[in-house]
C-alpha cells in the first residue's frame, strides 16, 4: 500500500533493528503457535520448496535438451553452442573488450539486454556494446567466465544455471523514474548471445 520507496533502498547486510507483526483479521487474530507446531509448518514448506525445485530443474533440462541438444558442457554447469568461431586467442587478464548480449530467463521467457553503461541487464528489444575489462568488470559468474574465453568476432549461445547466474538472491536493477522495475528471480537459469565485438 505504501512504503515501497523504503523497500527499494533495502540492500544486502542491512540490519534489521526491530520486526513488528501486525495480526489482521479474525483468522490472523486466533492464529497460535508452538515450537512444535512451527516446525512441522517449516518441514512441510522446506519438503514444498525442495519439490518445486526438482520439477523446475527437469523442466530446465527437458528444454535445454529439446532447443539446444549440441551445447557443450563447460564449467560449473555452464553449456554453451559456438554460433561464430573467433580469431586470435583467448583475452588476457587486464584485456578490454567490446561486448553485446542479449538474453532470456529460461523458464518464463522474459528477454533482457546488456546496457551500455556497465553491461547489466534491463528490458529492451536493443542490446547495447559496453566495455568490459577482464578480471576486474563483473556481471555474473558465469557470464564473467564465459567472457574470458571469448577471442575476437566470437559469438557463443551461453546457458548459465542459477548457480553461476544471479543464484538466491537474483539481481535489482537500479528504479528508473516512471517505470516498472526489471527483476531477474532468484534461481533463475538465463540463456544468453554474446558477441565479442573487438
Known sequence: VEGMDTVFKIVQDDEIQTVKIVRVGKAAKKFHTTTESFQKMLGEATARVKDAEARRKADEDALILKNWPNAVAGESGL?????????????????????????????????????????????????????????????????????ALMKKGEKRLVIVPAEMGYKTSGFYAKQRPNEKRFVISPNTLLVYEIERLE
Open 79 to 147: 553449456k554453451y553452442v559456438i554460433l561464430r568461431e573467433g580469431r586470435g586467442m583467448p583475452p588476457a587478464v587486464g584485456e578490454i573488450m567490446k561486448v553485446v548480449y542479449t538474453g532470456k530467463c529460461l523458464l518464463s521467457g522474459k528477454a533482457f539486454v546488456g546496457t551500455a553503461a556497465d553491461g547489466t541487464p534491463y528490458w529492451g528489444d536493443v542490446a547495447e556494446p559496453f566495455v568490459y575489462e577482464i578480471g576486474k568488470t563483473k556481471i555474473n559468474p558465469g557470464l564473467d567466465a564465459t567472457l
